[in-house]
């Protein structure tokens, strides 16, 4: 972050490479973070039911609580770093405040929800299963679009 | 304390950053936000597996026969320290080179927080090893390392949240 808020960010030759290859990496992780959850978890509200409760007469199991908190505290640990990643470079790179401001809000907020919103499910109601599906798929695409942003803002 | 100061740390060699601007402290908000998750669900596995008493965290690394609970082979032990140690430094030097950009004026007790950060994340890694290998008053250690580690990270994300919010104020 030191350096990514240091003077001449796009200027040296450098650091562009190092920010266009971060962008590149970042992208494939979403991308692929989305594929993997659909294929493990899903986004509908029927698939993620299944996958939190089991579903008996498909002799499915539900999953265990460990499996999941398992699950939750590693995306927790991706999501926290890729964000800051991107949202530092996008900070230094957004011509607008205020869209700045806005873009960051949606994607931290979404990301924040998406992580506490499988246990609540658990917990409190099955409504935060839609929470968990629109805020997942609403952080990784806002985080695609921030990190292209990005790389258009550095071509030359 | 405030954001958007002086970057001086401990020596005089480290040069001065720049103004931050109010969206890189929201990212500071955020990620101490994200920190604070991390730590929270960290504790919650442990606690749910192995319980936080010495004697249930000895049992659930040593085994238990009568319960029919297998020890924990180096194997497994070692899945799980590899990806912490990359993970739990990364996340205390991003969260303790932010106080960097702070106006704290008791560097001193900072350096102290961060390096008690590294000391607990290590023992909290390193233990079990010890505990599989016959020393069981590790159990004691690995639990103590744990408290010191989620204490003094807590400390490091309130010290850079607090900074951030602070300055997120006088900006307005």
């Keep these: 972050m030191k350096f990514l808020a240091g003077n001449a960010l796009d200027a040296t030759p450098m650091m562009r490479v190092l920010l266009l290859g971060l962008q590149l990496f970042s992208i494939l992780f979403l991308c692929f973070d989305m594929l993997y959850k659909f294929e493990t978890i899903g986004l509908s509200y029927a698939a993620v039911h299944t996958y939190l409760f089991g579903d008996e007469v498909l002799y499915i199991d539900a999953v265990l609580l460990s499996t999941l908190l398992e699950l939750l505290h590693a995306d927790t640990f991706f999501a926290m770093m890729i964000l800051l990643a991107l949202g530092s470079i996008y900070a230094r790179l957004c011509p607008s405040k205020k869209r700045a401001l806005y873009a960051l809000h949606t994607v931290m907020i979404a990301a924040l929800l998406a992580i506490v919103s499988l246990p609540a499910a658990l917990y409190v109601g099955n409504i935060f299963i839609g929470v968990w599906s629109v805020s997942f798929v609403l952080w990784h695409l806002g985080a695609v679009l921030m990190a292209l942003e990005i790389v258009w803002r550095l071509r030359r | ?172």
């Excluded at chain 2, 749910?48 to 180096?74: C, D, H, Q, W």
């Design chain 2, 1 to 172: 304390m405030a954001f958007g100061c002086r970057a001086d740390g401990v020596g005089d060699s480290v040069e001065v950053a720049p103004l931050m601007g109010d969206v890189h402290r929201y990212v500071i908000v955020y990620f101490a936000l994200f920190g604070v998750l991390l730590l929270a669900s960290g504790l919650w596995l442990f606690g749910m597996k192995a319980g936080f008493g010495v004697e249930t965290i000895a049992e659930y690394y040593l085994g238990n026969e009568a319960l029919l609970k297998p020890p924990k082979s180096r194997e497994g032990l070692l899945e799980i320290a590899v990806p912490h140690l990359g993970g739990m430094g990364l996340f205390i030097m991003v969260s303790a080179h932010f106080v960097l950009f702070t106006s704290q004026r008791s560097r001193r007790l900072m350096v102290w927080v961060a390096a008690l950060c590294f000391i607990g994340a290590l023992l909290a890694i390193a233990s079990p090893f010890a505990i599989i290998a016959g020393w069981g008053v590790f159990a004691g250690v690995k639990l103590a390392a744990m408290v010191l580690f989620q204490i003094t990270g807590l400390f490091l994300l309130w010290t850079v949240c607090y900074a951030a919010v602070m300055s997120l104020r006088e900006s307005f």
